[in-house]
C-alpha cells in the first residue's frame, strides 16, 4: 500500500507521547521498590517469602491487568480504558503511602500492577491505531522507551528522597511521617505525581478512529482523522479499509480467537512474547548486583555496573526507536539477538574460567552491556511493536490481552526462578539456557512473523486472516 505523505506528524508524535506515558509508570513501579524492600521488610517483620511476596504482588495485579484490559479496550474503548489505568495506579501510589500494615500495601501493590497491566495492552495498541505505517514502528517504540525512562526516573526519586530524609531535621504532621520517618512511603507515594499528569494528558486524547469505526461511528471516526490527514480522499480510503477488514470479521471476543488465522497469530505472539523474557533481560535488570557480587565484584562496584547497564538500556532503546522503521522489525531481530546469543556465552565463560585465568571483571562489564544493548535494540524495542499491530482489528484488545498475559507470567516466572538457578544452575548454567531460549525465538520470527515494516494494520490483517480464507475453501470443498 503507498499511503498518502500528507498527514500532521507533529499530532500523531503528541498523541503518541501521552498514550506512551503509561509506560513511564510500569517502568517507575518496576523500579522504585527496590529502594523499599529492605526498610519494609524491617518494618513488618517480613520473611523471605514474604518479602518476595511484596515485590511480586504488582506483578499478580499485572496479570489480571493484562486480562481485563483487552476486553476493556474493546467495549468502553482505548481512551476510557487508559484513563482507568491511570486512575487505578494513582490509588495505588496514594495507598501504599498510608498502609497501616502490611496487608493493605500489598493490596495497593495490587491495584498499581492491575493499572500497569491495563495500560501495557492499551497504550501501545492506540498508538499503533493512530500512527501511519511509514512511521508506527518507532511511535510504538516509545511506550518501550517510556518503560526505561521510568526506571531511571525511580532511581533519581529514590537518591534524591533518601537523601532528604538522611538531612531533614524536624519530621512534622503527616509529610514527616511519610518523607522522613517511614521515608519508604514516600518513594511509593510520589508515583501519584507522574499518573495524575498522564490521567490529565488522556483526557484529552481523542478516541482511536479505527476502534470508532469498528463502532459504527464513522462521523466521529472521519473528525479524529481530519486532524491527522490533510487529504479527503485519505480520510475516506482509511475508513474504508478499516471497514473491509471488519465486515470479513464475522465473530468478535475470545471465541474469534480460535479462527484459524486468528488462532495461529495468537499462539505465535504468545510464543514471542513469553520466549522474550526466558532470554534473560529482566534477571540481568533486576538481578544485577547480585550477579556481579557472585563473580567476586564488590558491592559498591557491581551498583556502578548496574548503573551503566541502565544507561546503555536507555541510549540503546532510544537509537532503536529512530531506526526501527527503517531497518525493519526482523533485520533488527536477527542482528540483536544473534549478538545477544555471543554475549551470553561470553557472560557464561567468563563464569566457568575468569576466576581461573584471572580475567579482569572490566570484561564482565563489557559482556553484559553487549548482550543489554544487543537486548533493548531487538527484542525489546520491537516487542510492543509487534503485538500491537500484528492483531486483525475485531479481536485487537482481546489478543493483546492473551498475549499480555504471557508476558507477564513468563516476567513472574524470570523473577522467581533467577535466585534458585542462580545458587542451583550456577551462572554459568543460567546464562547457557537464556542463551538456548534466543534460538526458537528466531526461528519463529523467522519463520512464522510476516514483515510487518511499513505496512497498514489493514495489510497485516489480511496476511493472517489468509489461514482462514484457505481453511474455508477446503470446507467448501469437502
Known amino acids: 500500500m503507498k499511503e498518502d505523505k500528507d ?10 507521547i501521552i498514550a506512551a506515558m503509561g509506560g513511564f509508570l510500569f517502568g517507575y513501579d518496576e523500579a522504585v521498590i527496590s529502594g523499599t524492600v529492605e526498610e ?3 518494618q513488618f517483620e517480613l520473611t523471605s517469602l514474604m518479602k518476595g511476596w511484596f515485590v511480586s504482588s504488582a506483578l499478580l ?12 479496550s474493546d467495549y468502553f474503548g482505548r481512551k476510557r480504558t487508559m484513563i482507568t489505568s491511570a486512575l487505578l495506579f494513582s490509588i495505588s501510589m496514594v495507598g501504599c503511602a498510608f498502609a497501616g500494615n502490611f496487608t493493605l500495601l500489598v493490596l495497593f501493590r495490587i491495584v498499581g500492577g492491575m493499572g500497569i497491566g491495563v495500560a501495557s495492552i492499551v497504550c501501545p495498541m492506540y498508538i499503533s491505531e493512530i500512527a501511519v505505517a511509514r512511521s508506527r514502528g518507532m511511535l510504538v517504540a516509545l511506550y518501550q522507551l517510556a518503560v526505561t525512562i521510568g526506571v531511571l526516573g525511580a532511581y533519581v526519586s529514590n537518591f534524591y528522597l533518601l537523601k532528604y530524609a538522611q538531612s531533614a531535621s524536624v519530621a512534622e504532621g503527616w509529610t514527616g511521617f511519610i518523607f522522613v520517618d517511614e ?10 505525581v507522574p499518573s495524575l499528569i498522564f490521567l490529565i494528558c488522556v483526557l484529552f486524547l481523542p ?4 476502534w470508532l469505526v469498528l463502532k459504527g461511528r464513522i462521523d466521529c471516526a472521519e473528525g479524529i482523522l481530519g486532524r491527522i490527514y490533510s487529504n479527503i480522499s485519505e480520510i475516506k480510503r482509511q475508513v474504508k479499509e478499516t471497514l473491509d477488514v471488519a465486515s470479513n470479521s464475522t465473530s468478535v471476543g475470545y471465541v474469534a480467537l480460535l479462527k484459524p488465522g486468528i488462532r495461529r497469530a495468537v499462539l505465535i505472539g504468545v510464543c514471542i512474547a513469553m520466549l522474550g523474557q526466558f532470554m534473560g533481560v529482566n534477571a540481568v535488570l ?3 548486583p547480585t550477579i556481579f557480587k557472585d563473580a567476586g565484584i564488590a558491592q559498591d562496584n557491581a551498583f556502578l555496573y548496574q ?3 541502565g544507561a546503555a538500556n536507555t541510549v540503546t532503546t532510544i537509537l532503536a526507536m529512530f531506526i526501527i522503521d527503517r531497518v525493519g522489525r526482523k533485520a533488527l531481530i536477527y542482528y540483536g539477538v544473534s549478538g545477544m546469543i555471543v554475549a551470553l556465552l561470553a557472560i557464561a565463560a567468563y563464569f566457568q574460567w575468569g576466576a581461573k585465568l584471572d580475567i579482569s571483571s572490566t570484561w564482565l562489564l563489557i559482556f553484559f552491556i553487549i548482550y543489554i544493548v544487543c537486548c533493548a535494540g531487538s527484542i525489546c524495542a520491537i516487542i510492543f511493536v509487534i503485538l500491537s499491530e ?3 482489528l475485531a479481536v485487537r484488545g482481546v489478543a493483546m490481552s492473551v498475549a499480555g498475559i504471557a508476558l507477564w507470567i513468563a516476567t513472574f516466572l524470570v523473577g522467581q526462578l533467577t535466585p534458585w538457578m542462580l545458587s542451583t544452575l550456577t551462572p554459568q548454567g543460567t546464562f547457557l539456557i537464556f542463551a538456548f531460549c534466543c534460538l526458537p525465538y528466531v526461528w519463529i520470527m523467522w519463520k512464522q512473523v510476516p514483515d510487518t515494516t511499513g505496512k497498514s494494520l489493514e495489510e497485516i490483517e489480511a496476511f493472517w486472516l489468509k489461514d482462514d480464507l484457505k481453511r474455508t475453501a477446503n470446507d467448501l470443498k469437502k
Not at 61 to 68: I, M, P, Q, R, S
Not at 207 to 210: L, T
Open 307 to 309: 548503573v551503566l547497564i
Open 286 to 288: 533486576y538481578y544485577g
Open 207 to 210: 478516541e482511536s478512529p479505527r
Open 61 to 72: 495485579g499485572a496479570t489480571f491487568g493484562a486480562l481485563l484490559g483487552g476486553g476493556l
Open 7 to 16: 498527514y500532521r506528524f507533529g499530532y500523531i508524535l503528541l498523541l503518541s
Open 40 to 42: 519494609v521488610q524491617a
Open 390 to 392: 500484528m492483531y486483525p
Open 183 to 192: 521515608w519508604w512511603r514516600g518513594m511509593l507515594g510520589v508515583g501519584v
